[in-house]
């Protein structure tokens, strides 16, 4: 069983910058791949930034340039690292981690933070 503990999520003003953290835990399991996802309300949820085990990155095209994730693979932590921050980045932000076991590989959830950013 794997863990997520999310951190960093709060209210910023139009134009700031915040710093999400996702660190996994348990043991018997490899991470692969790690993500962002967020949910703003009334919509669906949606991939934020991805990054695959060797490193190679992805981006929903309203987050590029602007949002960077990164990955620490000897803490088992993701960071996703959101400049020039608007008021439409407003949402809820999941960590996803792809994890593989002796068993199985499966997807693990954090429990969401919450972004505001105001105008």
């Known amino acids: 069983q794997v863990q997520l503990v999310e951190s960093g999520g709060g209210l910023v003003q139009a134009g700031g910058s915040l710093r999400l953290s996702c660190a996994a835990s348990g043991s018997g399991f490899k991470i692969n791949a790690m993500g962002w996802y967020r949910q703003a309300p009334g919509k669906q949820r949606e991939l934020v930034a991805h990054?695959?085990?060797?490193?190679?990155?992805n981006y929903a095209d309203s987050v590029k340039g602007r949002f960077t994730i990164s990955r620490d693979n000897a803490e088992n932590t993701v960071y996703l690292q959101m400049n020039s921050l608007k008021p439409e980045d407003t949402a809820v932000y999941y960590c996803?981690?792809?994890?593989?076991?002796?068993?199985?590989?499966?997807?693990?959830w954090g429990r969401g933070t919450q972004v505001t950013v105001s105008s």
């Open positions: 990054i695959a085990s060797g490193g190679r990155t």
């Open positions: 996803n981690v792809e994890a593989r076991s002796s068993y199985s590989t499966r997807d693990y």
